[in-house]
């Protein structure tokens, strides 16, 4: 939506497009310091929010695309371009296997990443298979391989992890074409 947006800015086209962006979410982004940013950005370019909106229907013949609203109802939205994402969850194959938690997530440690049921203490995740309550970003991912890293090889030498810890470190890619809203600060802490 923002790289869109930008094109339609600098090719003169931003007065004459309607962008709108749809989520089922209540807000931009899971992290709240990036959706404040990210919404502020929305509202000062003009783009039309729909909060807890699930896309739940695409009629691409007559350009409509129909959303759940969080009491049930539906509404029809009529688009000229759709750029939808689809709902994303866990692959069947963990989700049947005794390493899923309840939701179907690899059930994992939020700090080590080890699993963590002491029968699969051999089993480390991270990224979009983990149970841990961040946002699935490169930025999340970066911050989790270090952590897991340090601690499969410690797990390997000693039998036990490391201090290597993941603190829920994620970012918020991107912004527009030429600006990026991103947290510098690397927080994964290693320490033997």
Same mark, same amino acid.
């Given at each position: 939506?923002?790289?869109?947006?930008?094109?339609?800015?600098?090719? &003169?086209?931003?007065?004459?497009?309607?962008? #709108?962006?749809?989520?089922?979410?209540?807000?931009?982004?899971? !992290?709240?310091?990036?959706? &404040?940013?990210?919404?502020?950005?929305?509202?000062?370019?003009?783009?039309?929010?729909?909060? $807890?909106?699930?896309?739940?229907?695409?009629?691409?013949? @007559?350009?409509?695309?129909?959303?759940? +609203?969080?009491?049930?109802?539906?509404?029809?939205?009529?688009?000229?371009?759709? $750029?939808?994402?689809?709902?994303?969850?866990?692959?069947?194959?963990?989700?049947?296997?005794? *390493?899923? &938690?309840? $939701?179907?997530? !690899? %059930?994992? @440690?939020?700090?080590? *990443?080890?699993?963590?049921?002491?029968?699969?203490?051999?089993?480390?995740?991270?990224?979009?298979?983990? %149970?841990?309550?961040?946002?699935?970003?490169?930025?999340?991912?970066?911050?989790?391989?270090? !952590?897991?890293?340090? @601690?499969?090889?410690?797990?390997? #030498?000693?039998?036990?992890?490391?201090?290597?810890?993941? &603190?829920?470190?994620?970012?918020?890619? !991107? %912004?527009?074409?030429?600006?990026?809203?991103?947290?510098? +600060?690397?927080? %994964?802490?290693?320490?033997?």
């Amino acid at each position: 939506m923002w790289m869109a947006w930008d094109r339609f800015r600098r090719t &003169d086209r931003s007065d004459k497009i309607s962008v #709108e962006f749809f989520t089922g979410m209540p807000t931009m982004f899971a !992290v709240k310091k990036y959706s &404040d940013a990210l919404n502020a950005l929305r509202k000062e370019r003009k783009i039309g929010g729909g909060f $807890h909106h699930n896309l739940v229907a695409v009629d691409s013949r @007559n350009h409509k695309a129909t959303f759940q +609203k969080s009491d049930g109802s539906t509404v029809d939205i009529r688009y000229t371009f759709l $750029h939808a994402t689809p709902p994303m969850g866990p692959l069947d194959f963990i989700k049947q296997s005794p *390493l899923a &938690d309840a $939701h179907g997530w !690899v %059930s994992v @440690n939020s700090t080590t *990443l080890q699993h963590t049921n002491p029968e699969y203490a051999n089993v480390f995740s991270l990224g979009d298979c983990s %149970s841990l309550p961040t946002s699935k970003t490169t930025a999340a991912i970066t911050a989790q391989t270090p !952590v897991v890293a340090e @601690n499969i090889y410690y797990f390997l #030498e000693h039998g036990r992890v490391a201090n290597a810890h993941y &603190d829920g470190y994620t970012s918020c890619p !991107v %912004s527009s074409a030429r600006k990026c809203i991103f947290d510098a +600060k690397f927080r %994964s802490r290693i320490s033997s």
